[in-house]
């Protein structure tokens, strides 16, 4: 099973959880309140921002050709309207550095972290919200367009549905079951008083009221649905008249929802939620970024949950490669201009488990190309072993460990992998 030669294979990271001091940024705020949520805060992260060159020579050298990663809001416009020429130069440099090594760069503008300044005028929820993204977008697309052949404006749009979804379901739950969905956002278990004080602070720290703290992920209205999809539509039409050589996609985070008898209904709920709602606002773009990492079965009271015997990553999720092949196959059936696979991958302290995982997820995509689906690239996720937001750094999705108190870096077996199945087939 050889992959055609222009098909992209690589890995992806984002800014916050590989760079190290995003210091102007909603999620080091977030971080470094006194009762902070948050394992650990991310500090010097893996140091990427100063080791990309030693980072991209490891992909390419393994045989890769495709990196995606993001450019950091914060600190392109560090403060409202006050753009930062030196860290463009930055993000020149990394392109620049891609294009030498043959490598095809695909660049999120969004990853999840934004601007401090952005949360205290109202951040996800806030119209000026719209404004203030096509700002930066105009800025980082009119110098470095031309060194930029893919952009992702936004990661996991449908993020906040996802996360009011899961608290709706824990407050309605008993507690294991709440529990569970929490890990499978990445929320850390706080008890009710530490969540009041976190949530006071961090009013304090974004200096507005507490119940207005709007982060990207976050629980999402209607109306805020309809803000990151309205910045979505604007970016794309603005990168589009700067350039239209641009591709421009989103993406999304999509579950394989499988139904058992009596669950098609909770299926078809789940899906119209999370993608096909999206649909009509995505009709202008050029490509589909789908994200996987497991399974969701569903049967005839809703979700069934995997019993102890099912075999699961660090992440808790059910290990299931398989599913997505799947996903792209039920997103072929609505969509069918070209599709990356910007994001999959698992969490484990086996590598060996990761060539697995790897291998048969792949093996799904062979598939699906097989079948006539446009896919057109696969981004592992993730390059660097690094900090997993509010689980800190004990989750291990990473082709390469780094050791953070010398900052070394250690390929695992599963890089060279990636990169025999980009040279050779699987
Ligand atoms: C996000 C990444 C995250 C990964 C693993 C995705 O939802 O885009 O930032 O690290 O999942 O949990």
């Known amino acids: 099973m050889k992959f055609p030669d222009n098909f992209l294979i690589g890995a992806a990271t984002a800014a916050h959880q590989v760079e190290g001091n995003n210091i102007y940024s909603d999620f080091w705020a977030m971080e470094h309140v006194p009762h902070s949520v948050y394992k650990e805060p991310s500090l010097d992260a893996v140091d990427h921002y100063h080791r990309y060159e030693e980072d991209i020579r490891l992909l390419k050298g393994a045989g890769c050709n495709a990196y995606r990663f993001s450019i950091e809001w914060a600190r392109i416009e560090p403060t409202k309207d006050i753009f930062d020429s030196k860290e463009m130069e930055h993000y020149k440099d990394v392109l620049e550095f891609c294009h030498q090594n043959n490598i095809t760069p695909i660049v999120t503008l969004h990853h999840f972290s934004s601007p401090k300044w952005l949360i205290a005028e109202g951040g996800w929820e806030s119209e000026t919200t719209i404004e203030y993204f096509v700002n930066y977008c105009r800025y980082v697309v009119s110098e470095l367009g031309h060194l930029i052949p893919y952009i992702c404006t936004i990661n996991e749009a449908n993020m906040g549905k996802q996360i009011t979804k899961i608290m709706k379901r824990m407050m309605g739950s008993d507690t294991a079951k709440g529990k569970h969905a929490e890990v499978q956002v990445g929320l850390n278990v706080a008890t009710e008083t530490k969540m009041e004080k976190y949530f006071r ?39 589009k008249a700067i350039n239209p050589k641009i591709q ?9 929802h499988q139904a058992l008898p009596g669950g098609e209904e909770f299926v078809e709920k789940e899906w119209q939620e999370d993608f096909l709602g999206y649909l009509p606002f995505l009709q202008e773009d050029d490509f589909l970024g789908v994200q996987n990492y497991s399974r969701k079965i569903h049967g005839p009271e809703g979700i069934v949950h995997p019993d102890e015997h099912t075999r699961r990553t660090k992440m808790v999720y059910e290990y299931y490669p398989e599913a997505l092949g799947k996903v792209l196959d039920f997103v072929s059936k609505h969509w069918t201009k070209p599709i990356i696979v910007t994001e999959n991958g698992i969490s484990t302290g086996q590598d060996e488990e990761r060539v697995e995982f790897i291998k048969r997820a792949l093996a799904g995509v062979y598939c699906c190309l097989e079948k006539g689906i446009p896919v057109i690239g696969y981004t592992y996720w993730s390059l660097l072993d690094n900090f997993e937001w509010q689980l800190g750094y004990d989750q291990t999705f990473g082709l390469i460990a780094v050791d ?15 990169g025999e199945i980009k040279k050779s087939g699987l």
């Open 404 to 418: 953070r108190s010398t900052q070394t870096r250690y390929p695992k077996e599963s890089l060279s992998v990636l």
């Open 248 to 256: 421009v996609g989103i993406t999304f985070s999509l579950y394989d």
């Open 201 to 239: 602070e961090l009013g304090e720290t974004f200096a507005i009221d507490p119940r207005k703290v709007q982060p990207f992920l976050s629980p999402r209205t209607e109306n805020g649905e309809l803000i990151i999809m309205k910045c979505h539509e604007k970016a794309r039409d603005l990168i």
